[in-house]
């Protein structure tokens, strides 16, 4: 519905959108106003909460889960908050490094892992500009092995996708889906472990 009331309704009580733009600025959903219009990739623009996960490169397993409204900042944004978790309950003279995609290759993003003395393996984005991770950290040892590590946490997202029913979820508001993304997050870990720790021959 439109934020300043004016909706044009159909004798039906359907919306008349037709030559009208919709946007986070104008609409917002009637079931659920926490829910924003974002558009993920080439696919069209629809009402979005953003899962945003954490993992260890080692298993696999998730260490930090949360929920955030959609925009484009989101990722970003989360991931420094789950960063500075990690780095908080960490040695101080344990080396930390965080595997990500490009979407990451931000110089602010950069330069918040690095205050944190968390070193980026991010992979550089150098499509018609200039990588903000430096290249002495994109050609090291360890950032070869990140970016090889860093898509299992893809596996967290398509098992509650599929398994734990989040492709569409059927509660409504930030907090409630939070707390089921968080439950299904763990529940993902105890069958990761569980398959972890099965014998093969």
Same mark, same amino acid.
């Given at each position: 519905?439109?934020? +300043?009331?004016?909706?044009?309704?159909?004798? &039906?009580?359907?919306?008349? %959108?037709?030559?009208? $733009?919709? !946007? #986070? /600025?104008?609409? /917002? !959903?009637?079931?659920?106003p926490?829910?924003?219009?974002y558009?993920?990739? $080439? *696919?069209?623009?629809?009402?979005?909460?953003?899962?945003?996960?954490?993992? +260890?490169?080692?298993?696999?397993?998730?260490?930090?889960?949360?929920?955030?409204?959609? +925009?484009?900042?989101?990722?970003?944004?989360?991931? $420094?908050?789950?960063? #500075?978790?990690?780095?908080?309950?960490? &040695?101080?003279?344990? @080396?930390?490094?965080?595997?990500?995609?490009k979407?990451?290759?931000?110089?602010?993003?950069?330069?918040?892992?690095?205050e944190?003395?968390?070193?980026?393996?991010?992979?550089?984005? *150098?499509?018609?500009?200039?990588?903000?991770?430096p290249?002495?950290?994109?050609? !090291?040892?360890?950032?070869?092995?990140?970016?090889?590590?860093?898509?299992?946490? @893809? /596996?967290? %997202?398509?098992?509650? $996708? *599929?398994?734990?029913?989040?492709?569409?979820?059927?509660?409504?508001?930030l907090?409630?889906? +939070?707390?089921? %993304?968080?439950?299904?997050?763990?529940?993902?870990?105890?069958?990761?472990?569980?398959s972890?720790? /099965?014998?093969?021959?």
């Amino acid at each position: 519905m439109r934020k +300043d009331g004016e909706d044009k309704d159909h004798d &039906d009580g359907s919306g008349d %959108f037709r030559g009208s $733009k919709r !946007s #986070n /600025q104008t609409h /917002q !959903s009637k079931t659920d106003p926490d829910a924003r219009l974002y558009r993920k990739g $080439k *696919t069209a623009s629809e009402l979005r909460f953003m899962g945003h996960t954490l993992s +260890d490169n080692r298993h696999g397993l998730v260490v930090n889960a949360r929920v955030s409204c959609a +925009d484009g900042h989101a990722e970003r944004e989360a991931a $420094k908050v789950m960063i #500075n978790d990690a780095r908080q309950v960490a &040695d101080a003279e344990v @080396e930390i490094t965080v595997g990500a995609d490009k979407g990451y290759d931000a110089k602010e993003f950069i330069e918040a892992c690095r205050e944190m003395k968390v070193a980026p393996h991010v992979a550089q984005n *150098t499509s018609g500009r200039r990588s903000a991770v430096p290249d002495a950290i994109a050609c !090291s040892v360890g950032y070869a092995v990140s970016q090889q590590k860093r898509k299992l946490i @893809e /596996q967290g %997202f398509g098992w509650v $996708k *599929t398994v734990g029913r989040m492709r569409q979820v059927m509660v409504r508001g930030l907090e409630k889906v +939070d707390h089921l %993304f968080v439950l299904n997050m763990a529940a993902y870990n105890l069958v990761r472990m569980r398959s972890l720790g /099965q014998v093969r021959p």
